[in-house]
């Protein structure tokens, strides 16, 4: 078995605390399983952010709660971070779709293998 060469962290990862740990935590699984070369780093760098950002606002809105009374009137209004966290995760949701790293892109994976020799009709 070839070495597997190291993929160096990109400084702006490096920078956030929790999207470095997510992305050490990740290289190794993906390297493991032969899916992952440098040429995703800007889609890894992508989806290891948006993962620190969608944690950072879940933290929030736990502590802060989802709505907030504004104006005179104390009307409540949905806090932004919502909508930052809903965007967040669907950035992770795509990101985790084009690494192969979601059940349902691993079996489209499989089934475009599966594709090379079709067993039924012996070609």
């Not at 990740?26 to 390297?31: A, C, D, K």
């Not at 800007?42 to 992508?46: I, V």
């Not at 709660?65 to 209004?77: A, I, P």
């Given at each position: ?10 400084p ?13 935590d ?6 493991s ?5 440098e040429?995703?780093i ?5 989806y ?8 950072r ?24 971070e ?11 949701r ?5 690494l ?20 039924f009709?012996?070609?």
């Open positions: 078995m070839s070495e597997k060469r190291k993929i160096s962290i990109p702006l990862i490096k920078k956030d605390r929790v999207a470095s740990k997510y992305w050490n990740t290289i190794p699984l993906l390297q399983k032969d899916i992952i070369t040429l995703d800007a889609l890894l760098t992508n290891c952010l948006a993962y620190a950002n969608a944690m606002m879940e933290y929030f809105l736990k502590e802060n709660g989802q709505t907030v009374k504004v104006g005179t009137k104390g009307y409540t209004q949905v806090r932004p919502v909508a930052i966290a809903r965007e967040s995760w669907k950035d992770v795509t990101c985790a779709d084009r192969g790293l979601s059940p349902m892109a691993r079996k489209k994976i499989n089934m475009d293998e599966g594709d090379e020799e079709d067993d009709l012996g070609l």
